[in-house]
């Protein structure tokens, strides 16, 4: 019986990920085609704020696929509408294409939470679940676990083992803001977004006043940093009140200090790649520690921001030797703002408005003993910074 793949999504933007598992799925079941269906409406997540309309994405999902012979783009569940349930996708194409096996491709996380779908039941007596895996130990378990119950509930269940760019369309949006996202866009995707105006990436986002920066910069974080950033800011503002530095500025580098952070450890390296950035061996080493050089670059080429602010930020996380005013208070902020808690944190916001040195010092004797007991390697930066304030290295 000859098959054929069903591949929805928002595709919010599609990426070369989509196609590459896309086609290997092709590869991997034997099918004769695979469908890929834009969602109008997905059931199981909310659309973020100025995405594209459906028929744009449509529009950009055809445009990827435009090379590959065997992957069809179907409008199907954006003329139905409302919101767009699986189960009534697969009762249309079963009825569409009678006597070929529908096999309903997802990744690992949507199969895991399968059973809680809206008409479930009626999925499995209509198609073979077509499961992407990554191969990551965690994910293997769990995903033989669920096999093994849904096969035992007359479920037909094949895995598909992803070898493709790991990158989330949450990622790519991100991407796109910081300008480096065009080694993960199908060709003529990246020129329809401009052509479009989509993701933001013809805003004018140098020099904004700062409520509207704090607008934008809240956008580009995870949910789960978004206080501790503007704690972080408000702390830095009060430092500058109490030690002279510029009170602007000092906001600024707050609020854009963690921009970069929900930039995972690989994508830090792409953003350093498409800025020209030369790495040392300990950054290639932790790509993860990597925000604060990032969120620097951007800064200054995607918002606009002096030599001061970047600085600030280039050295939030590490420290560096003989840091400035401002530079000090951005490090002491983000370690000491409101939201920190932790062994010592309390003695360090009161030396933080008594003597900033000192607190610095402490922020850095800190930084050293959770190194140690992690059996982490300390930065060049940090290190120069301890040597340059006195402080024994052993690690």
């Not at 590459?20 to 109008?40: D, S, W």
């Not at 992803?162 to 080694?183: D, H, K, P, Y």
């Not at 970069?260 to 690989?266: L, Q, V």
Request: with cysteine.
């Amino acid at each position: 019986m000859e098959r054929i793949g069903i591949f929805g999504g928002t595709f919010n933007p599609p990426h070369i990920g989509h196609i590459q598992a896309a086609e290997q799925a092709v590869a991997a079941l034997g099918l004769r085609k695979l469908i890929l269906m834009p969602a109008y409406i997905a059931p199981h997540k909310v659309m973020p704020a100025g995405s594209p309309t459906p028929r744009q994405r449509l529009e950009m999902l055809r445009i990827a696929a435009a090379d590959c012979p065997q992957l069809e783009v179907s409008d199907l569940e954006l003329r139905r509408e409302g919101i767009s349930y699986t189960s009534d996708t697969v009762q249309a194409l079963k009825a569409q294409y009678p006597g070929m096996e529908l096999v309903l491709l997802m990744g690992a996380d949507m199969f895991l939470s399968f059973r809680e779908w809206k008409d479930s039941e009626a999925i499995l007596k209509n198609a073979v679940l077509g499961v992407f895996c990554r191969g990551e130990k965690g994910e293997q378990a769990a995903i033989a676990a669920k096999k093994a119950e849904m096969e035992g509930l007359g479920a037909k269940v094949e895995l598909v083992h992803n070898r493709v760019v790991a990158i989330s369309s949450t990622q790519m949006r991100r991407l796109l803001a910081f300008q480096c996202a065009g080694e993960f866009l199908p060709a003529g995707v990246e020129a329809y977004i401009r052509e479009q105006g989509l993701y933001n990436v013809n805003a004018q986002w140098k020099n904004l006043p700062m409520d509207e920066l704090e607008k934008v910069v809240v956008s580009l974080l995870h949910p789960n940093r978004v206080a501790h950033v503007l704690g972080c800011r408000d702390t830095a503002v009060k430092l500058a009140q109490r030690w002279g530095a510029d009170v602007t500025d000092a906001a600024r580098a707050g609020i854009l200090h963690d921009i970069t952070k929900a930039i995972d450890g690989p994508l830090q390296l792409t953003l350093c790649r498409a800025y020209g950035k030369i790495l040392n061996d300990f950054s290639r080493k932790y790509p993860k520690t990597l925000h604060a050089l990032t969120g620097s670059l951007v800064a200054e080429r995607v918002f606009g921001e002096n030599e001061a602010v970047v600085s600030a930020i280039r050295s939030h996380t590490t420290g560096k030797a003989g840091m400035n005013l401002l530079e000090t208070i951005i490090y002491v902020a983000d370690y000491m703002e409101p939201n920190r808690a932790f062994p010592g944190v309390e003695t360090l916001r009161e030396l933080a408005y008594t003597d900033l040195q000192a607190a610095l010092k402490l922020g850095l004797e800190m930084t050293l003993e959770h190194l140690k007991r992690q059996g982490s390697e300390v930065s060049p930066e940090s290190r120069e910074a301890l040597e340059y304030l006195g402080i024994h290295i052993s690690v």
